[in-house]
């Protein structure tokens, strides 16, 4: 097995939680997005992105307007709608029991978990 293709996969199974968690603090364009993605080292391309904002548009999580550029053409602007706010807390509750039960068994392998 490639550790290249399981990170990749990992990175993906992550984009949809990390771009409603970007949204949260702010509207955003896609390039923006991106931007902090890289940042992040969740390095994407915008074949991968545009997709995703779609779907996440189609299933109500986002909302979007066109806003005119002094640099360039207009940009979508992309925000999280209320029911995206609600699917982002679940996102979160999940992402916080799969993180805990994986430090969980991370300090049980390096013999550091002490049961209760």
């Known amino acids: 097995m490639n ?19 970007i ?5 955003a364009y896609a390039s923006e997005m991106i931007a902090r993605l890289k940042e992040a080292h969740l390095i994407v ?3 991968t ?7 996440l548009k189609n299933d ?8 005119e550029s002094t640099q360039g053409p207009p940009r979508k602007y992309y925000s999280i709608t209320p029911v995206g706010h609600q699917f982002l807390e679940q996102l979160q509750q999940s992402w ?21």
């Open 3 to 21: 550790i290249d293709n399981l990170k990749s996969q990992m990175r993906k199974g992550m984009l949809e939680f990390c771009v409603l968690l």
């Open 45 to 47: 391309m915008e074949g």
């Open 96 to 116: 916080d029991e799969i993180a805990s039960a994986v430090t969980i068994l991370q300090l049980d392998y390096n013999n550091k978990y002490l049961p209760q």
């Open 60 to 67: 109500g999580l986002l909302s979007y307007r066109w806003e």
């Open 49 to 55: 992105l545009y997709p995703l904002l779609t779907r």
């Open 23 to 27: 949204l949260k603090r702010g509207d």
